[in-house]
């Protein structure tokens, strides 16, 4: 079974500050993690992923992701945050050991970016 | 177009009332999914297609049905609506089904239906 948690259901940062918005997982075998983007009344968009390889991941719009096997986490980070970063974020996970292929998504986290 | 396209944007539906939602794509990808966003609950998946011609139920599925007749719609229906089932749906595809690669989720801009 396959499962994915954000304990954080908002973070708040100022602007120009380092973000953190965390994620962990649980699966049976591998995992191939996901991070998406959801601006208001829009659908959601991809970051990046991780699938194998190098635990720090870049994704786009400056955004980048840890993998830590040991801590079964997958934390979404940007060195420096702009107000338009506000927005939904969603972690989601497959386990790579099978099941229904399809990732699962966790409940989101509202980032808001003060200025 | 360019993407993955929903329609209508949003409803008021009576309760009891038959209603498709339209989800149609052009980047031939073989996978669609229809989810729905609550607040508080994420992305629960609905329905899911890995290729035309098939279908597979999601972790809600009660209540609604689906069809993949070609590689470019994906409807979701309604049968009898009932006011649980206001939410926002969420058509999303990818270029393989799920279980032959890791590709990302492309989604749509949604449709906000209203049950009363």
């Known amino acids: 079974a396959q499962s994915v948690a954000q304990p954080e259901d908002q973070v708040n940062v100022a602007e120009g500050n380092p973000l953190t918005v965390k994620c962990t997982y649980s699966?049976?075998?591998?995992?191939?993690l996901f991070w998406y983007v959801q601006y208001p009344n829009r659908g959601l968009q991809f970051l990046l992923k991780y699938i194998t390889g190098d635990n720090l991941v870049k994704g786009s719009y400056g955004f980048e992701a840890e993998f830590n096997k040991s801590q079964t986490s997958f934390h979404l980070k940007k060195p420096s945050a702009l107000v338009s970063d506000s927005a939904l974020y969603f972690c989601a996970v497959r386990d790579g050991a099978g099941g229904s292929y399809i990732p699962t998504f966790g409940r989101g986290t509202s980032l808001i970016v003060h200025p | 177009i360019a993407g993955i396209t929903q329609a209508p944007t949003s409803q008021i539906l009576a309760a009891g009332r038959r209603m498709t939602l339209r989800c149609t794509q052009d980047?031939?990808?073989?996978?669609m999914y229809w989810y729905r966003q609550d607040l508080g609950l994420g992305l629960r998946l609905i329905h899911y297609?890995?290729?035309?011609?098939?279908?597979g139920k999601g972790e809600v599925p009660d209540g609604y049905s689906v069809s993949r007749a070609n590689t470019d719609d994906f409807p979701l229906t309604l049968a009898s609506a009932v006011p649980s089932q206001t939410s926002v749906y969420f058509c999303?595809?990818?270029?393989?089904?799920?279980?032959?690669?890791?590709?990302?989720?492309?989604f749509g801009p949604g449709t906000r239906l209203t049950v009363l």
């Open positions: 699966v049976s075998g591998n995992p191939y």
């Open positions: 999303a595809s990818s270029l393989l089904p799920p279980g032959q690669g890791l590709n990302e989720q492309f």
């Open positions: 297609s890995n290729t035309a011609g098939t279908t």
């Open positions: 980047m031939r990808h073989n996978a």
